[in-house]
């Protein structure tokens, strides 16, 4: 019988299973993000997952290199200041992702048969 894992310890798992640079981290972005649909500008990131700016940068600038988040930029309302950085999953890929993982897991379980 399978041992429940929550969403959290999947995501920690497939993180360090593609090798992924502060996977912990990364699995909480990729989490928040699951849990925001239309995405997250990188403030919104930052203060959601109580972590420094500049952390936040470079978990999404990793995951970005991978394809598992996209970036764009997005005007403030009424027009003025700064553009923000839109942050939003890439499903498809972090479904490659799993499947890549998969594929490493049951190479595994055949030598093991």
């Given at each position: 019988?399978?041992?429940?894992?929550?969403l959290s310890q999947a995501l920690k798992s497939l993180?360090?299973?593609k090798q992924i640079p502060d996977a912990d981290l990364a699995a909480r972005l990729v989490?928040?993000?699951?849990?925001?649909?239309?995405?997250?500008?990188?403030?919104?990131?930052?203060?959601?997952?109580?972590?420094?700016?500049?952390?936040?940068l470079k978990?999404?600038?990793?995951l970005e290199s991978l394809n598992v988040v996209e970036t764009s930029k997005?005007?403030?309302?009424?027009?003025?200041?700064?553009?923000?950085?839109l942050?939003?999953?890439y499903k498809p890929m972090l479904l490659q992702l799993i499947k890549?993982?998969?594929?490493?897991?049951?190479?595994?379980?055949?030598k093991l048969s």
């Open positions: 019988m399978p041992i429940p894992v929550s993180m360090k299973c989490e928040y993000l699951i849990e925001h649909p239309k995405g997250a500008t990188m403030s919104e990131l930052s203060k959601g997952l109580n972590i420094s700016y500049p952390m936040v978990v999404v600038n990793e997005v005007k403030p309302e009424g027009g003025r200041g700064r553009a923000k950085k942050v939003k999953l890549d993982c998969k594929e490493i897991l049951d190479t595994i379980e055949e």
